[in-house]
């Protein structure tokens, strides 16, 4: 019993740093901040992999933890030179700068703008002043059942 809980505690611990690295990833322009929750994605996986690999008694999970740690390194290099690169010619680390980056007979792409459109502004609801009774709810009354 004691290893189905370290199993469910592991996968769980792996399943929130892989949310947290995709709703990293996917809310952030930054590419270092991409980048590193792309690397925190990876470390939920390689938790659960060793995770399952402990609970079934096999070194399946591990050899894999290994080629992932590999593979990380390797992005890792090429995630610094990308960088290096796209600061070097546009002096900031916005994604949106990977746009300017194209061949010349590419248009450069412009998101859509959306038109505005206007609302009646909303009415909030009014409060009573402090220290002041509220008038009583006489039709609320009428209805209740007496004890």
């Given at each position: 019993m004691d290893e189905v809980a370290l199993l469910n505690n592991s996968l769980i611990v792996g399943a929130l740093l892989f949310g947290l690295g995709?709703?990293?990833?996917?809310?952030?322009?930054?590419?270092?901040?991409?980048f590193l929750c792309a690397e925190m994605m990876l470390q939920g996986v390689a938790v659960s992999l060793i995770a399952w690999?402990?609970?079934?008694n096999d070194w399946g999970g591990q050899m894999l933890v290994v080629f992932i740690l590999t593979v990380a390194a390797c992005e890792a290099g090429l995630m610094l030179a990308l960088v290096l690169m796209l600061f070097q010619r546009s002096g900031r680390l916005d994604i949106a700068a990977w746009s300017e980056l194209r061949e010349e007979s590419i248009p450069a792409?412009?998101?859509?703008e959306l038109d505005?459109?206007?609302?009646?502004?909303q009415q909030w609801p009014k409060l009573?002043?402090?220290?002041?009774?509220p008038p009583p709810d006489?039709?609320?009354?009428?209805?209740r059942e007496q004890m």
């Open positions: 995709l709703i990293g990833f996917l809310a952030r322009r930054n590419m270092i901040v991409m690999g402990r609970y079934h792409y412009k998101d859509q505005e459109f206007v609302s009646e502004p009573t002043v402090a220290g002041v009774q006489t039709e609320g009354d009428e209805h």
